[in-house]
């Protein structure tokens, strides 16, 4: 499991503009990471907060009450189901929730990933409290944004695209331009890792000798997962997909997830 942290921030970024800026954050588990930009430019970037901070802030006191001209938050699921759009009904979403074995401590969600597809979703009321002071219509499912950027990349059918986030792989694939897979898993080594890619080959019936996985999140060329990932698949690479316009210090890959965001304004 990769914990490193990321950070960036521009010599031109004062709060004194947050007016004219958009405030992008991605919750996880238990931390969350942000990044603001300023005309589709990458000004600051911070990872590995306690999502503690959003509720009680200390550190970003002064950034998480700034006047920012929109924020985008990024919520995770506890749980989540894909539902065709062909078969979802507003009427029907206790039926669906029964799949997520909603507990008291969570509320049911449900939002369009692309025009095919909605998730329904469950969040705790203890990451929802933490995205409540930015008001609901500012958050969106987690991986809702990185989907979209995929998806407008003509997404090639042998190809298994995987985020990593912490302990944690989101695995996504298409077929003929169309969502054919998602799904995410815990994971704790360089093995799990490579078995959860392994198991979507399975389950989408593909052989691994022919699949190329494309990775982002915190993900390096040579590190342990990459590299063991190489002894199954016929192609590892890293995803240097830009949604922001970067620096040259900030690696693609690393704040890809989080940039995409900015496609759910």
């Known amino acids: 499991m990769n914990d490193t942290r990321y950070s960036y921030h521009d010599d031109v970024f004062s709060l004194k503009q947050a007016g004219s800026y958009v405030l992008l954050l991605q919750i996880h588990a238990g931390t969350f990471s942000y990044a603001v930009t300023f005309n589709n430019r990458l000004l600051s970037w ?65 939002q369009q990933i692309d025009s095919e597809n909605r998730i329904v979703y469950k969040v705790t009321d203890a990451i929802n409290t933490a995205a409540a002071k930015f008001g609901l219509p500012s958050s969106v499912f987690a991986a ?14 042998y190809t298994l695209y995987a985020d990593i986030n912490g302990n944690k792989i989101t695995l996504l694939n298409y077929s003929f331009g169309k969502l054919r897979y998602f799904n995410s898993f815990k994971f704790y080594n360089a093995d799990e890792l490579a ?22 999140g915190e993900a390096e060329k040579d590190d342990a997962n990459t590299q063991r990932l190489a002894q199954f698949f016929e192609k590892v690479n890293i995803n240097d997909l830009s ?14 997830s989080l940039s995409a965001l900015t496609l759910c304004g």
């Open 243 to 256: 949604i922001l316009k970067l620096p040259a210090q900030v690696a693609p890959q690393h704040i890809l």
């Open 46 to 110: 911070s990872t590995g907060h306690p999502v503690k901070e959003l509720t009680e802030p200390e550190e970003l006191d002064d950034l998480l009450s700034a006047p920012f001209k929109q924020v985008i938050v990024g919520i995770p699921a506890a749980g989540f189901t894909l539902i065709p759009e062909t078969l979802y009904n507003d009427a029907h979403l206790q039926h669906f929730a029964r799949f997520l074995n909603v507990q008291a401590d969570e509320k049911v969600f449900v």
């Open 195 to 216: 078995y959860y890619a392994a198991l979507a080959c399975e389950q989408l019936k593909l052989q691994p000798k022919r699949i190329t996985v494309s990775l982002s």
């Open 144 to 157: 809702k944004g990185w989907i979209k950027a995929i998806a407008a990349t003509n997404p090639e059918d």
